[in-house]
């Protein structure tokens, strides 16, 4: 026979879940802000105790009328926040398997892909999912087999906040660790949000893709151009996270590609610098006035990865003379439509310089005296000092250091200045005959004739500046 009290408790419990039944949603809503406050972080055993051990029968009421109404967002958050108390108690794993025998993950899923449902309420069925893939592998399993991975990278993609997408972020880390079925699916997943309308989607996407590389550890074929494709951000936080996901990367199969693609970028061709460019633009009683474009803010970034993989690994630097990296950081150097492209590309050769005494060779040839000695003196700032005589030197460039011409200078060693001597001539160092054909390619092969991207002058203009100066 049940005692006295608790006959009272099962009074009470009962009274008050028909009181709920029969609540209005103002009501119900009253009765949420009274639970929540009275019962956040309660244990199951505590929450069985204030329910009479019927906790069960409020929980189900809680996941039948979110399953009703969660299409209307009506009381959603108090509603997804009351659930959250049930989940997340310690020792709840009962209550756990009854939400989802009624289908709670698909629910919880499809409040993500609601265009009418608030950004907040969205948040807290995010924080309910991770409360479950945090219960276990199956729990994993289950979010991803019922298309979970796909909702989260698109909601994650779509969110206008960032507070909200951060939690996304660490269901997304949640779902890779400790989820061998399916953490190649989350790998991809990550993949396909690099090219996100939204900065804060690619900057947290790149930091979880670089722990799920590690756990995954086999290359998708595509990630190479698709972190090659976010060095086009003007976002300088997202900047930083792709190039660290690019030193991660060179330690895969896929390092020649990427240090190829890298060098690509420090000349776009002709056709892409120009196809972005208002046709007012090629006015000539026009000022000429060019925003960055993509592809300039690509090869500046592309520049500066360059750097940051070179001082890192020597072995990094060699693989990339070979690939005309000298050539290339030059020609970035020449290009006065974007300043940091040539800040970037003069500060990496700078390092090339002072690290391989075949490289300060061949940049001295190519310069000549005084423009090597002005690069010598203050790398950053030499786009500021040079004129267009000797940025088209730059463009124009011939330089090619081939396989086994470099050897390493040891640290500390400085760098010989040129001579001081007078510029009679530049036919030597520019070369503009042959400039359209130069190679800019990471590729061995026939040079492509479309490859300059900043225009260089005629030879015939040069010595005519020449003997002007002269």
């Known amino acids: 026979m049940t005692s006295i009290k608790e006959q009272a408790a099962i009074s009470r419990l009962l009274s008050f879940l028909q009181d709920w039944d029969n609540a209005s949603k103002v009501t119900r809503s009253y009765i949420l802000s009274c639970f929540i406050e009275t019962n956040q972080g309660k244990t199951a055993p505590e929450l069985e105790q204030e329910f009479s051990q019927g906790a069960s029968l409020f929980l189900v009421r809680l996941t039948t009328w ?7 967002g009506s009381c959603l958050e108090k509603l997804l926040k009351s659930i959250g108390i049930f989940l997340s108690a310690v020792s709840s794993n009962r209550y756990l398997i009854e ?9 919880l899923l499809e409040i993500l892909g609601l265009e009418k449902i608030k950004e907040e309420d969205k948040k807290e069925s995010i924080k309910l999912l991770q409360i479950i893939a945090n219960s276990g592998r199956k729990y994993k399993e289950l979010i991803c087999e019922s298309y979970g991975v796909r ?11 960032e507070e909200t997408q951060e939690e996304v972020q660490v269901l997304l880390d949640s779902l890779v660790h400790g989820n061998p079925k399916y953490q190649n699916q989350v790998y991809k997943g990550l993949i396909a949000l690099l090219p996100s309308a939204s900065p804060k989607a690619q900057q947290l996407s790149l930091q979880t893709l670089r722990t799920a590389q590690s756990i995954v ?26 190039i660290q996901l690019i030193k991660d990367l060179v330690n895969y199969d896929v390092c020649t590609v990427l240090l190829k693609g890298l060098v690509a970028l420090l000349t776009p061709s002709a056709k892409e610098t120009s196809k972005l460019q208002p046709k007012i ?12 474009l993509p592809v300039f803010l690509q090869q500046a970034a592309a520049a500066k990865a360059i750097g940051v993989l070179a001082r890192s690994n020597t072995s990094l630097a060699e693989d990339m003379l070979n690939m005309r990296v000298v050539h290339s950081l030059m020609a970035a150097m020449g290009n006065t439509d974007h300043s940091n492209s040539q800040r970037q590309a003069s500060l990496t050769l700078e390092y090339f310089v002072q690290m391989f005494p075949v490289v300060e060779k061949h940049v001295r040839k190519s310069m000549g005296e005084e423009l090597y000695n002005l690069f010598l003196s203050n790398a950053e700032d030499l786009f500021m000092k040079i004129d267009s005589i000797q940025a088209d030197i730059l463009a124009a460039n011939q330089v090619n250091v081939t396989t086994g011409e470099w050897g ?10 040129a001579p001081r001597l007078r510029l009679t001539s530049l036919s030597p160092a520019l070369n503009l005959s042959d400039s359209s054909n130069s190679n800019m390619s990471c590729h061995p092969g026939p040079p492509d004739q479309e490859q300059l991207a900043y225009p260089a002058h005629s030879q015939e203009d040069v010595e005519g500046k020449e003997e002007q100066s002269l």
Request: aromatic letters at 6%; a negative charge.
């Open 66 to 72: 979110l399953r009703l109404t969660y299409m209307t």
């Open 99 to 107: 939400f989802l025998e009624v289908g709670g993950v698909l629910t």
């Open 151 to 161: 909702s989260i990278a698109e909601f994650l993609a779509k969110s206008k906040s």
């Open 217 to 242: 550890g086999t290359i998708h074929p595509s990630v190479v151009g698709c972190v090659l494709n976010v060095l086009r951000t003007m976002h300088l936080e997202v900047q930083y996270e792709a």
């Open 281 to 292: 633009l090629n006015d000539t009683t026009v000022p000429q006035l060019s925003a960055p």
């Open 408 to 417: 390493v200078r040891g640290p500390g060693a400085e760098v010989e200045p």
